[in-house]
């Protein structure tokens, strides 16, 4: 049975400026960060969760099936959007709408990390 979401991996052209985007930008905390045999495996992740983002380099993944990719929607929650996109809009994350937007199943914005990829940021409506 599987009980858990335990790496997400978002492709990134320089480990190191993603890096700085997640934890400096986003707010996440770095976790893992070492070199293995297939490239450098550096993940972050939300405080006090058990699931890690895996910023894996285009380099480490070029010439395997599959590894360049489509980048994708990463979904983050937040208990507080609004504040959120102001705290992160302060540290200058580049979103594609001017603030978040109220939808019925609760509120959401889109960020832009520096590789292209889209970060989806939502608050679920309480009942």
Not at 17 to 34: I, P, Q, S
Not at 82 to 109: L, N, Q, S, T
């Amino acid at each position: 049975m599987l009980t858990n979401i335990m790496y997400v991996t978002v492709y990134v052209t320089d480990q190191d400026r993603a890096l700085e985007f997640y934890t400096g930008g986003l707010g996440l905390e770095k976790r893992l960060d070492f070199p293995g045999p297939d490239g450098r495996f550096l993940t972050v992740g939300v405080p006090n969760s058990p699931v890690h983002i895996l910023l894996w380099s285009h380099a480490a993944a070029a010439g395997q099936p599959g590894g360049e990719g489509v980048p994708g929607p990463l979904i983050l929650e937040s208990e507080d959007l609004r504040k959120d996109f102001e705290a992160m809009h302060r540290r200058g994350v580049i979103f594609e709408e001017p603030e978040p937007v109220d939808y019925p199943f609760g509120v959401r914005v889109e960020a832009v990390d520096p590789d292209g990829n889209r970060i989806s940021l939502r608050q679920q409506r309480k009942p």
